[in-house]
């Protein structure tokens, strides 16, 4: 059922609700039908890879300016990063162990715009570090990580660790090499971004060289825009009709007349039994899920979760230990 036939429903089952409102309220049950449990159309993967560091020839920075200027060398290192595996505006830029800005802006010549001004020290021929430690979510809708894997280590890295965990084991951010965690870090902040307004996270150890990552998280889920939008096949129309029609009862006996003449139904016994219904509904449809979820969720979570018991490789230790699984 598409949405406009949902909201027509929901028009047509209480005298005088507005359209818009009929809309409002489908969007309204189809979010708390998505937040109240964990479903298989919520989970995905994706990947991340952390591209290797450019730090050929010198930059000139200029304190209080949000510009920086590189030397042909660094220039044509900069020129040749495409956007594989990631954009020079996706990544951050730093002299020695100072603050580390965002990139914002490439002129295609020599001139990166930072996302704010250089506050060290005026310098000219300095070295300098482009690499990536800040990563986009997947998607805008990001809710939760379940599992972010080095794939060539064969490492989880660690994924409920505060930031401010990570500002006191390491506040310059000077530990390279292979990280170990995954830390929020803010909104993308880049107004031409493709990202603007996504959730972004820091990598830490800091990479400085090319990895993948697969990633398995949660989503929160879209609403439904569009007249020709459904519902993913999980999820059956009748569940999200039913709490809708809750929510319209619930307005039109908030809204009734004064006078016996206008009072109309007594949508109390209505809200009712729209609320039983839709108990009745969800536990079906989360009862018909469950088994899709706890496959994707306990084989990615647990089941790698303890290397002393199921074992481990590192392919750049050249380490392998058999667990005590085996």
């Given at each position: 059922?598409?949405?406009?036939?949902?909201?027509?429903e929901?028009s047509?089952?209480?005298?005088?609700?507005?359209?818009?409102?009929?809309?409002?309220?489908?969007?309204?049950?189809?979010?708390?039908?998505?937040?109240?449990?964990?479903?298989?159309?919520?989970?995905a993967?994706?990947?991340?890879?952390?591209?290797a560091?450019v730090?050929?020839?010198?930059?000139?920075?200029?304190?209080?300016?949000?510009?920086?200027?590189?030397?042909?060398?660094?220039?044509?290192?900069?020129?040749?990063?495409?956007?594989t595996?990631?954009?020079?505006t996706?990544?951050?830029?730093?002299?020695g162990i100072?603050?580390?800005y965002?990139?914002?802006?490439?002129?295609?010549?020599?001139?990166?715009?930072?996302?704010?001004?250089?506050?060290?020290?005026?310098?000219?021929?300095?070295?300098?570090?482009?690499?990536?430690?800040?990563?986009?979510?997947?998607?805008?809708?990001f809710?939760?990580?379940?599992?972010?894997?080095?794939m060539?280590?064969?490492?989880?890295?660690?994924?409920?660790?505060?930031?401010?965990?990570?500002?006191q084991?390491?506040?310059?951010?000077?530990i390279?090499?292979i990280?170990t965690?995954?830390?929020?870090?803010q909104?993308d902040?880049?107004?031409?971004?493709?990202?603007?307004?996504?959730?972004?996270?820091?990598?830490?150890g800091?990479?400085?060289?090319?990895?993948?990552y697969?990633?398995?998280?949660?989503?929160?889920?879209?609403d439904?825009?569009?007249?020709?939008?459904t519902?993913?096949?999980?999820?059956g129309e009748?569940?999200v009709?039913?709490?809708?029609?809750?929510?319209?009862?619930?307005?039109?006996?908030?809204?009734?007349?004064?006078?016996?003449?206008?009072a109309?139904?007594d949508?109390?016994?209505?809200?009712?039994?729209?609320?039983?219904?839709?108990?009745?509904?969800?536990?079906?449809?989360r009862?018909?899920?469950?088994?899709?979820?706890?496959?994707?969720?306990?084989?990615r979570?647990?089941?790698w979760?303890?290397?002393?018991?199921?074992?481990?490789?590192?392919?750049?230790?050249?380490?392998a230990?058999?667990?005590?699984?085996?």
């Open positions: 059922m598409a949405y406009i036939d949902m909201q027509s929901i047509g089952s209480v005298p005088k609700i507005p359209w818009d409102l009929a809309g409002t309220l489908v969007n309204r049950a189809w979010r708390d039908v998505r937040r109240k449990s964990l479903w298989s159309f919520l989970l993967e994706a990947n991340w890879t952390s591209p560091i730090n050929g020839g010198t930059v000139t920075v200029t304190q209080g300016a949000n510009t920086v200027v590189f030397d042909a060398t660094a220039s044509a290192l900069i020129n040749a990063i495409g956007f595996p990631s954009a020079v996706q990544r951050q830029f730093r002299v100072g603050t580390i965002n990139i914002w802006a490439w002129d295609g010549v020599n001139t990166a715009t930072l996302d704010r001004t250089y506050q060290e020290a005026s310098a000219s021929g300095s070295a300098y570090a482009i690499y990536q430690c800040y990563y986009a979510a997947p998607v805008k809708d809710e939760t990580w379940i599992t972010v894997r080095d060539l280590n064969f490492n989880n890295l660690i994924t409920t660790t505060e930031r401010s965990v990570i500002d084991r390491d506040p310059q951010r000077t390279y090499y990280p965690h995954v830390v929020p870090y909104q902040q880049n107004p031409t971004s493709s990202t603007y307004t996504w959730p972004t996270f820091e990598l830490w800091q990479p400085n060289f090319v990895l993948t697969q990633l398995y998280y949660v989503r929160r889920g879209v439904l825009v569009n007249s020709t939008d519902l993913p096949p999980a999820v009748d569940v009709l039913a709490l809708a029609r809750k929510y319209a009862y619930e307005w039109a006996e908030a809204n009734k007349g004064d006078t016996p003449r206008n109309g139904s949508f109390r016994f209505l809200i009712q039994d729209a609320k039983a219904d839709y108990d009745r509904l969800f536990r079906e449809y009862k018909q899920d469950r088994a899709l979820v706890d496959n994707f969720a306990r084989t979570r647990i089941t979760a303890f290397p002393n018991i199921w074992g481990q490789y590192s392919s750049v230790a050249g380490y230990s058999r667990g005590a699984a085996w």
